[in-house]
């Protein structure tokens, strides 16, 4: 098997031109597709000799997150450069060709001239989470012009605004025309065996997947499942690359950098994102991450273990072999499919309302109308690799019922998917506190015990009977209940001056039938 090594590129920017002994293309031979935007992009370029050799698409790639693996001694050069290209398209092909240009206003004549300039668009930001910083678009020195500029026989120059110009005809065939685009540079050294192969591997931006499930649940007590993914390259056209559908929760703590070497961006703007709290980020990075969330919790005993692979337990590739897409492009197709038992149950989760102006969120005895009660699918992953954070929608017989946000969950682990909002099962939650406080500790540092009695009430409306489940988040030390529940520690702790905890309760309700559930804890007061 041939030795590869893996060479870290020092970064020079051409500052202009140099000897090449040829001009080539670099090709996509895989890559791995996160979730957020990003991907492990794997190029090779073929060396047929000595000599500097410029290829074209090495994308915008993320800093400290590049490789080079081949012979040693290999020097990489980057740079935007005036190429030559035939019949481009838009207005660029026209550049200092003659052309006519029409105007939207009444009566407005025809200009007639060379056409020198066009608008341009602004340099993109390359914010994080903006469409901007996937595209291939250069990062100009100079201001973006904003009007079409021709120039008459006589030498005089107009000035054209783009959103009243009508058309733009060309007189005379476009022919070569000059576009900035990215150019990588590749030399070996001169006792290396040619034709060399050389890949570089980065993190770069614009090349994703989103992934989607369908539950069937027309069958009663066996579910159908599909995922499917989406696909959409904004990176450069795919030729027979492998793919992979990457899950998990990638630590890339400079995705919003872009490489100093990359030469769409400049040392001002690396500096300034490299400046940049990600965390300014961090709500949206976590919608689109793959946030590796239990479902809820509601599978009852040890959760089963995580498939170990190459990959590690966190972090699953899914290989869907070799694909063409073209820029721009999107591809839609099915991943996997599976069966699974279900059973249809109702959610209803109670939050602490407890605020810290005061210290039960409202005044005694207050009673308070909780909605946040669903229909909802519980189920366990057939799958045998992780189900990944995703929507999921859930049909049965032929209708369309609803598209809420399925939690990962590991192969053989219980999760829950919600449906529908459950307007059939009216719910009240009712808290009070008992009157009098017992001192615990006098002095400025003591403390007082309240003691706080609940009550949940449950209705339901419908002609058939339901399974409930009810989670409530409690601070303060539980005493006890009508129905048994299972308790969870909260993040607060059970150390603390006031333990967090959540507490579940599962029950049947039959048509018609109304239930109550009492409980009471003790709540510390300083």
């Known amino acids: 098997m041939r030795q590869h090594h893996k060479w870290f590129v020092a970064i020079m920017l051409v500052a202009g031109a140099m000897p090449v002994a040829g001009a080539e293309d670099g090709r996509v031979v895989s890559a791995g597709l996160f979730k957020n935007g990003l991907a492990v992009v794997t190029r090779e370029y073929t060396l047929p000799g000595p000599g500097a050799h410029r290829f074209e698409g090495i994308g915008a790639m993320v800093h400290g997150a590049m490789w080079i693996e081949g012979a040693p001694g290999i020097t990489a050069r980057a740079a935007m450069e005036q190429m030559e290209t035939e019949s481009a398209p838009g207005y660029g092909a026209l550049v200092g060709k003659r052309v006519q240009i029409g105007l939207r206003l009444e009566d407005a004549g025809v200009f007639e001239g060379i056409l020198k300039e066009i608008p341009r668009s602004p340099a993109p930001n390359f914010d994080p989470y903006s469409r901007g910083m996937y595209l291939n678009a250069a990062i100009s020195a100079r201001a973006p012009s904003s009007l079409f500029v021709v120039v008459a026989d006589d030498g005089t120059a107009s000035y054209i605004q783009p959103d009243l110009v009508a058309f733009v005809r060309a007189l005379e065939?476009?022919?070569?025309?000059?576009e900035e685009r990215p150019a990588l540079y590749l030399e070996g050294s001169a006792d290396a065996a040619y034709p060399l192969a050389v890949r570089v591997t980065s993190v770069a931006r614009g090349l994703s997947w989103a992934p989607s499930y369908r539950l069937d649940i027309s069958e009663p007590g066996q579910l159908?499942?599909?995922?499917?993914?989406?696909?959409?390259?904004?990176?450069?056209?795919?030729?027979?690359?492998?793919?992979?559908?990457?899950?998990?929760?990638?630590?890339?703590?400079?995705?919003?950098?872009?490489?100093?070497?990359?030469?769409?961006?400049?040392?001002?703007?690396?500096?300034?994102?490299?400046?940049?709290?990600?965390?300014?980020?961090?709500?949206?990075?976590?919608?689109?991450a793959f946030a590796n969330v239990a479902g809820g919790g509601l599978g009852g005993g040890a959760l089963p273990a995580a498939p170990a692979g190459d990959d590690g337990?966190?972090?699953?590739?899914?290989?869907?072999?070799?694909?063409?897409?073209?820029?721009?492009?999107?591809?839609?197709?099915?991943?996997?499919?599976?069966?699974?038992?279900?059973?249809?149950?109702?959610?209803?989760?109670?939050?602490?309302?407890?605020?810290?102006?005061?210290?039960?969120?409202?005044?005694?005895?207050?009673?308070?109308?909780?909605?946040?009660?669903?229909?909802?699918?519980?189920?366990?992953?057939?799958?045998?690799?992780?189900?990944?954070?995703?929507?999921?929608?859930?049909?049965?017989?032929?209708?369309?019922?609803?598209?809420?946000?399925?939690?990962?969950?590991?192969?053989?682990?219980?999760?829950?998917?919600?449906?529908?909002?459950?307007?059939?099962?009216?719910?009240?939650?009712?808290?009070?506190?008992?009157?009098?406080?017992?001192?615990?500790?006098?002095?400025?540092?003591?403390?007082?015990?309240?003691?706080?009695?609940?009550?949940?009430?449950?209705?339901?409306?419908?002609?058939?009977a339901i399974s409930v489940i009810i989670h409530k988040e409690l601070t303060g030390e539980f005493g006890a209940s009508s129905l048994e529940p299972a308790i969870t520690v909260g993040a607060q702790g059970a150390g603390r001056f006031n333990p967090s905890s959540k507490l579940t309760w599962e029950l049947e309700l039959a048509p018609g039938e109304t239930r109550e559930i009492t409980y009471n804890y003790t709540y510390l007061v300083r």
Request: cysteine-free; overall charge negative.
């Open 173 to 178: 065939a476009p022919g070569v025309a000059l």
């Open 313 to 464: 337990a966190d972090l699953y590739y899914h290989p869907i072999g070799e694909r063409d897409l073209g820029l721009n492009a999107s591809l839609a197709f099915d991943v996997a499919s599976a069966a699974a038992g279900y059973e249809l149950v109702v959610e209803w989760t109670i939050p602490e309302t407890r605020g810290t102006g005061h210290p039960y969120g409202g005044p005694p005895a207050a009673e308070r109308q909780e909605a946040d009660i669903w229909d909802a699918v519980r189920f366990k992953n057939p799958f045998p690799f992780p189900m990944t954070t995703a929507p999921a929608a859930v049909v049965r017989n032929g209708k369309f019922l609803g598209a809420r946000t399925s939690a990962w969950a590991n192969p053989g682990e219980s999760t829950l998917v919600y449906v529908n909002k459950a307007l059939s099962v009216r719910v009240k939650a009712s808290e009070q506190e008992a009157p009098g406080r017992a001192e615990l500790r006098p002095g400025p540092m003591g403390a007082m015990k309240s003691e706080i009695s609940g009550a949940l009430t449950l209705q339901n409306l419908r002609d058939t």
């Open 224 to 288: 159908s499942i599909a995922q499917s993914a989406v696909i959409r390259n904004e990176l450069e056209a795919l030729e027979g690359a492998a793919l992979s559908l990457i899950s998990g929760y990638p630590s890339i703590e400079h995705a919003h950098v872009l490489s100093p070497f990359s030469p769409q961006t400049s040392w001002g703007a690396f500096f300034d994102a490299l400046g940049r709290d990600p965390r300014e980020q961090a709500q949206l990075a976590a919608q689109m």
